[in-house]
């Protein structure tokens, strides 16, 4: 059985992809930082447990993979899922608050580099691993439009550290990043295009990549996308 740890899992997209992939045989261990919420979604899933998970703290993560080490020895999946929407989709490169920009990288681009760096030996240790960073559109180079500076800043961070996580990733270990599209949450809103259950569908499918899958790839809805 994969051990997957799911990084925002307490509602949404991370939520929703815990559940697709305990669906397919998973044990999935769902983090982040509201203890009650986690302890309900965890209740909702066959086979699935919680443990409190804060990225945007060392001392949290720190403290987190010695746990997982001590319980479970190894780590299959890593889904980078945590993440905010910074600034609104109107704010514009005058109107940003330098701090409000640190921030957003911090939390949406850094804390996923930090359960990377840990990540990348427990999965060359076990000869195998899917880490998915769930990034979006907004974050892509080549269609990079105004607004919303905070958040597309952070993705594209995000999109650059996936990249170079696949470079120094060992055989049998994929890095991709995912774009789920305007999916109806907390986040995107309820006027948003896509369900919850779409969205979390690509994640998954590249967090279960056979041996011979893509890594160092932008997707969205299985399909490459431009960075």
């Known amino acids: ?16 992809t815990a ?8 044990h ?17 899933i066959d ?14 993560v720190a403290k987190f993979f010695d746990w997982l080490k001590a319980k479970h020895g190894r780590l299959d999946v890593l889904v980078n899922n945590a993440g905010r929407l910074y600034g ?19 939390n949406n681009a850094v804390g996923a580099f930090r359960t990377l760096q840990r990540t990348l030996p427990m ?11 769930v990034s979006s559109g907004m974050g892509a180079l080549t269609d990079m439009g105004a607004g ?12 650059a550290l996936t990249l170079l996580a696949a470079h120094e990733a060992t055989a049998n270990v994929k890095v991709n990043a995912v774009c789920p599209g305007w999916v109806r949450t907390d986040m995107g809103g309820q006027s948003a295009s896509r369900d919850v259950e779409t969205g979390a ?9 056979p041996e011979d899958g893509p890594t160092g790839g932008f997707f969205r809805d299985c399909k490459a996308i431009a960075w």
């Open 148 to 159: 919303a500076v905070p958040y597309r800043a952070s993705k594209a961070t995000l999109n």
């Open 19 to 26: 559940r697709q992939l305990s669906d397919l045989g998973h």
């Open 201 to 209: 569908r690509g994640i998954v499918w590249a967090a279960t990549l």
């Open 123 to 133: 999965m060359a240790r076990g000869g195998f691993g899917r880490i998915v960073n």
């Open 88 to 106: 609104g989709h109107g704010s514009t490169v005058l109107q940003t608050d330098p701090a409000v920009l640190t921030e957003a990288i911090e």
């Open 47 to 60: 086979d699935a447990e919680w443990h409190a998970l804060d990225v945007s703290d060392q001392v949290s």
């Open 28 to 44: 999935v261990i769902l983090t982040g930082r509201n203890k009650a919420a986690l302890v309900e979604a965890a209740g909702s």
């Open 1 to 16: 059985m994969r051990i997957a740890v799911i990084t925002g899992a307490s509602k949404g997209i991370g939520l929703e």
